[in-house]
Structure formats: C-alpha cells, structure tokens
C-alpha cells in the first residue's frame, strides 16, 4: 500500500502520485498534509530545502480548489522566477489527472500581458514573484479579493531580499477569511512578524531542530589566504574528478568573474546570477541538469530555483553576509536521502563565523586542508586509470588495430600503460609542478596538520560501486567493529577511497582486508604515504595486500563495478566547452 493513501489525498491526486514514481511522504508531507486537509487553519512549517515542502502545501491546495470556478482561489509567492516556475510546473504534474485545474506561473522578465491572460482565462492557482505580482495588482490585471489559500513559500529567504512592504501590499488585497501556509528553513524576526501580523494562531510544525542543517550533510572548511581563494576553488575541485557542484559566491560580479576564470581554465562551470536574462538563466540551468555544467556559480538569490538531488558539493567560495543563509546553501545538497559535502574557503579572520553557523546548525565543521599537488596528482592518475579501464570499447577500433600496432611495436605493457597515461596526465604534473601549501593556519603561518598517531588508507571501492562517505563509513565500522570517531576523514572519489584511523586500528585494518571479498571481488585496503587527509600519496606495493603488487592498473586494484547507485555528479572533466 502506497503510504500517501494513509494522507487522506484523493483518488486524483494518487494517480499522480503513483505515475511520479513516489511511494513514502517526506517527514514535512506527513506532517502538514493530514492538518491542512482536514482543517481550515493557518500553518508556520520549518523545514529545510529539499525536503518536499512543494508537495507539502501543493497537495492539500489542489485538492481544496473548487475546479469547477474560474476564479484565482490560490495564491503562492516565492522568492525568484526560478523557484516560481519550479512550483508552477510541480502543481501541474500533480494535477494532470483534474484536466479542470489550471495553474498559471508570475514573475519578471516575461511578458506581463501573456501572463495576465493566462490569469483571465481561469487560472484557480497563481504562483507568483512578489515584485511582479505587486505589479500586476496595480495595474488591476489581476484579482486575489476571492483567495482562499496563500502561500509565503521560503518566507525567511523572500524577506532576506527585502520584499516584506511588498508582501504587505500583496497581502493588504486578500481576504481577512483566508488560509495562510507559511513555510520557511529559518524562523528569523522578520518571519515571526509576518506571522504574527497576517495569521491567526498558526500550527506550527517543525521537521528536525529550528535552523538545524541536514544530518546527512558533512561540513568542511578550508583556511588559505585572501589572494589564494581562487586557487583554493581549483584544486577541490581537482581533488573531486567527478564534482557535480553549486559555488557560491556573495556578489553577481564575483560569480561573473569566478565562472569566467574556471572555463578559461578549462572546467565545464557556468554562472547563475540576476544580471541574466531569463533566457540566459533557462539555458544555464538546462545544461546544469543536463551535468554538462559540473560548477554553476551562483548567488544566493538566484540558486534558490535549483532543485537538482545529485549535487554531490557545494562549495562556499564566500561566506554569506547573513549567516542563516548558510543552511539554504548547504541544503542543495543531500537530497533525496543522498550525502553530501558542503565546503568553506575562508581566511583566518573569519574563523569566528564558523563558530556562529556551528552554533545556527547544530553540527560541528570539520577543519581540512586544502591538497597538495603530490596529493592532486595522485587522485587525478587513479581517476585517469579508472576511467581507461571502464571505458566500453568503440569496435571501429578493430579496422585501425594494424597500424597501431605497427607503430607501437617493441614497447612493453608497463611503458606503453606509463606513456598512455602520460599522454594526458603530464600536463596536470606540469601545472602542479611548482605549486606550493596554501594551507595556512589562524595567526596566519603554515597550519599543523599533525599526523602523529594516524593513519591514512586507500580503499579500491568508490561512488561508481554504490559509496558515499556515509555509506563507506557505516560499511568499514561494521566490518571492523569499530564506533563512529575511529574512522574519520572518508574522502569517495568515483572507483577508489580514502580514510583514516588511529595507528592503534591499523593491525586490525590491513589484518581485515588481507583476503577481503564481496560479491566475488576482492577489496584492497593500503596504508597511504600521507596521513594528513584531503588524499593521500600511496606507498607502493605497501599495505593491506597480501596477494603480492598488481604491477599497472589490472582488475584486482581497481575491481569491477559494482553495487547499485552513482553518488557522484557526471560530465567529461575539464571539457573547454562554454556557455
């Protein structure tokens, strides 16, 4: 039995749901979606992003509407055309079995008079940016006198870009009698007094703790100095060959200008940002989608109709200058119940702001170091293996083989692996060549990342065989029987891992996976060279591995795929291909 059923929706609406592919409510639909139903009341729900609050409201609301009136019953206002059309477009998959419901999509940068027809032929649901529904309602091209339901959808974030006088005005020309659903990630002020002064005794429900951040979220922050920001960006993104990522600077010109200098450097990066036009924006985020953009630096405002569930980072070029917004930025990732990594670069003297967002999301950051070019190149040679080895051999080969072969005479396998390697991984040793620590600490010198007493180890499974850091950390505990601090610093890349222990875990470790099998392959534990974390330079041939060195890159090292799921994000690396 489908679990929506026990939610009192009708028939209608389950058929959409069925035909959606969902089966379990989220805590924030179990929650709301009974009491809004079943009452006539007015609803505070707190939840963070990407936990189906649209559904949340958008059920309940569909199924209220009288689609048998063509008059504007429902009203939802959210912060960005991104998020409005977002909405808009979710209401109409829910209700494409009410052939007589009709939602209609308000905001800037299209035109207004298309928009007030779509208004006018019978829409029963408005979504809508506040700037341009305030406009249209001046303008008399719009009636909401007759609503019976609104919607401030991410309230805290709508007020956080200053629209509480034109929320006001909206709201000034709306019934007394009505229903008013706010859902917000953030209970600042400012959305305690739009609720004290346009609701009456709300229900508030609460998914997880008040400003709390997702607990499948891991918090990461990196120190470097003001000048090596950029470079900081570079090499995590050098470190995660498979980044499907949102970077989020504080101004449109930073962004611009951050996502000019990646493609130059050849990332496949884009800009999101409201100097776009709504064109310019549709085809960013359709490429994005798409994972042919792996780095879409965003402001604040315009990520906020970015809803994509395998974003594996999120990357805070810059702290925001609200720091409750740090939790809307952190929830782009893990979704859907997947992990996900969130980063800061930050300099020494905004330590203090990690302290105050520990405080807001409950969670403690884990202090890293940014990777050396040892560290770097390492991880992008593994990745460049993995990537030979899984490659699915084109047949038209076959015709060309002779010839090849002819020029390739006399080179062993060892030199001809070495050399086809370095076809393209000399370039990434040559950039890396010269480059220096970056690290620094907070009075401003090298940072100590003491090593004393640890132990980094390599792993042959990662994302591609089903792992994320989560799921490979619960896995090694449970093989090693060990409790949640003893393994640390779990970094999954695509076919391989890393992590750490205490050196007194480390007999038990290698002594484990000696002859380890799962599913018929053998998994390969090895002691690292370094212990420092972010990576690690292997020591040859040393380690776990009892079965004697796989010389080049054979099949017991890196394994077959297997396991189910792909944590990490897609796109051909370092592509020059521009939008």
């Excluded at 770097?376 to 051999?393: D, G, P, R, W």
């Excluded at 010269?434 to 640890?454: L, M, R, T, W, Y």
């Excluded at 950390?473 to 391989?496: A, H, N, P, T, Y």
Aim: glycine share 8%.
């Amino acid at each position: 039995m489908n679990k929506f059923e026990q939610l009192g929706l009708n028939e209608q609406l389950l058929k959409a749901i069925n035909d959606m592919g969902f089966e379990t409510p989220s805590e924030v639909q179990e929650k709301a979606i009974p009491v809004l139903l079943a009452n006539e009341t007015d609803m505070v729900a707190l939840a963070q992003t990407g936990t189906g609050k649209t559904a949340a409201f958008g059920f309940p609301m569909i199924q209220k509407i009288d689609v048998n009136s063509r008059t504007t019953q429902g009203l939802i206002l959210s912060p960005t055309r991104e998020l409005c059309l977002q909405i808009a477009n979710e209401l109409k998959l829910y209700s494409k079995h009410i052939p007589s419901l009709n939602v209609a999509a308000i905001y800037g940068g299209a035109s207004i008079s298309e928009q007030a027809r779509q208004v006018k032929r019978g829409a029963q649901i408005v979504v809508a940016t506040p700037g341009r529904m305030k406009d249209m309602i001046s303008r008399r091209m719009v009636d909401i006198s007759k609503i019976e339901y609104c919607v401030l959808d991410e309230a805290d974030e709508m007020l956080n870009m200053g629209f509480y006088e034109d929320i006001s005005e909206i709201l000034s020309h709306t019934p007394k009698e009505k229903n008013t659903w706010l859902f917000s990630a953030t209970m600042p002020k400012e959305v305690a007094r739009i609720a004290k002064k346009f609701m009456k005794e709300p229900q508030e429900i609460t998914v997880g703790t008040k400003n709390s951040a997702a607990e499948n979220v891991q918090h990461e922050y990196y120190v470097v100095g003001g000048r090596d920001r950029y470079l900081a960006l570079k090499r995590l993104a050098d470190t995660n060959p498979d980044i499907f990522s949102v970077v989020f600077c504080r101004t449109k010109r930073d962004t611009q200008k951050v996502a000019e200098r990646l493609i130059e450097d050849g990332y496949n990066a884009g800009a999101l940002h409201g100097d776009l036009s709504q064109n310019q924006r549709d085809i960013v985020m359709k490429a994005f989608r798409a994972k042919q953009i792996q780095m879409l630096v965003a402001t604040d405002v315009a990520a906020r109709g970015i809803d994509v569930d395998d974003i594996t980072h999120v990357i805070n070029y810059q702290l925001p200058d609200e720091i409750e917004t740090y939790t809307h930025r952190s929830g782009r990732t893990g979704r859907a119940g997947k992990s996900g990594i969130s980063m800061v670069i930050i300099t020494k003297s905004e330590l203090r702001k990690i302290h105050s967002i520990e405080r807001i999301i409950q969670q403690k950051f884990e202090t890293k170091k940014i990777p050396t070019a040892d560290e770097i190149c390492e991880i992008q040679l593994y990745h460049l293996a993995s990537k030979i080895k899984n490659t699915e051999v084109n047949q038209e080969v076959e015709n060309y083989l002779p010839a090849v072969n002819d020029v390739l005479e006399g080179i062993d396998r060892e030199e001809l692996i070495k050399k086809m390697v370095s076809v393209e991984f000399g370039r990434f040793v040559e950039y890396y060549k010269k480059a220096g620590d970056i690290n620094v600490s907070a009075n401003g010198s090298p940072q100590d990342f003491s090593s004393e007493g640890k132990v980094r180890y390599f792993i042959n499974v990662g994302s591609r065989d089903g792992y994320d850091w989560m799921v490979l950390k619960d896995f090694l505990r449970e093989q090693l029987q060990l409790g949640k601090d003893d393994i640390f610093k779990v970094d999954v890349k695509e076919s391989f891992s890393f992590f750490n222990t205490n050196a007194e875990h480390s007999e038990a470790v290698l002594q484990m996976f000696s002859e380890f099998k799962m599913d018929g392959r053998f998994i390969n534990v090895e002691i690292s060279k370094n212990t420092r974390g972010g990576g690690g330079s292997r020591r040859k041939g040393g380690g776990g591995n009892k079965r004697g060195k796989n010389k080049g890159f054979g099949e017991k090292r890196f394994g077959k795929k297997g396991g189910k799921g792909n944590f990490s994000g897609g796109g051909k690396r370092r592509s020059r291909k521009k939008f």
